[in-house]
């Protein structure tokens, strides 16, 4: 009968310490910038906030920061519901638009929200050494843009490469074509200049992971792009490229990345934890 008891008591613990890691919470509307940038800029006060998804019980987890695509013209933060339940946290962020202003001004917010994740998760519980970024089409340019090129993080104080993982989603890899617009650049002509991630191609960078939909279903060559990335990274000397083609799959891949995406976490997490 002891043995019944302690048995029934050590099952009904394990189930409670497990439902305890699957409760989750959401707070939203979180602005990212200051006060003084709230109070400068009322399009950066009402645009520039994020909502955070995150397991409230659990301790030192990891973060997936997810910028929504709209061709930096459009689109809203979401926290995707095939990363919930997943042990991380996800932030989903709202960035600035063109036209209102330049799309420039979309890659520094992107930077600030990174920056107010490393700085701000560890008071929800989490890792800031385990922050992923990732994002779908303009969502992956703006990752890749603030993980490549370090000024945009250096100006908030963070070092891109503290960043665990890239894994940008059919994101652009040369110039952005809304950037291109604005400067009167047809988006059938491509353009590599300052704007463009593959211009910060480097071997130190963090991992990468870039998935694309079907080449022949893509919009505007942008499997060839992530190609083309993936190609001068490994010449670059990085050592942590990887390119996923998902057949079948246009532009709107993001249901068949996902899994991808989260494989991709966890088996950076556990290589973290092997070397420990």
Known sequence: ????????????????????????????????????????DSYINERCVLDIYYPKNSKNFATIVWFHGGGLTGGNKEIPEALKNK???????????????KAEKAIEDAAAAV?????????????????FVSGHSAGGYLGMMIGLDKKWLQKEGIDANKIAGL???????ITHFEIRRENGIPDTTPTIDAYAPLFYVRADAPPLLLITGDRELEMLGRYEENAYMARMMKLKGHKQTKLYELDGYGHGMT????????????RILKEKQNKK
């Open 115 to 131: 920056a107010w994740a490393f700085n701000n998760i560890n008071n929800y519980g989490g890792d800031s050494s385990q922050i």
């Open 1 to 40: 009968m002891k043995k019944l008891l302690f048995l029934l008591s050590f099952i009904i613990f394990s189930v409670s310490a497990f439902a305890q890691k699957l409760e989750y919470e959401t707070k939203s509307n979180i602005q990212y910038y200051n006060a003084a940038a709230n109070k400068s």
């Open 167 to 173: 894994i940008p989603f059919s994101g652009q890899c």
């Open 255 to 266: 249901e068949p990345g996902f899994p991808l995406l989260v494989n991709e976490v966890n």
């Open 87 to 101: 042990g991380f946290a996800i932030i989903g962020v709202n960035y600035r638009l063109s036209p209102k202003v």
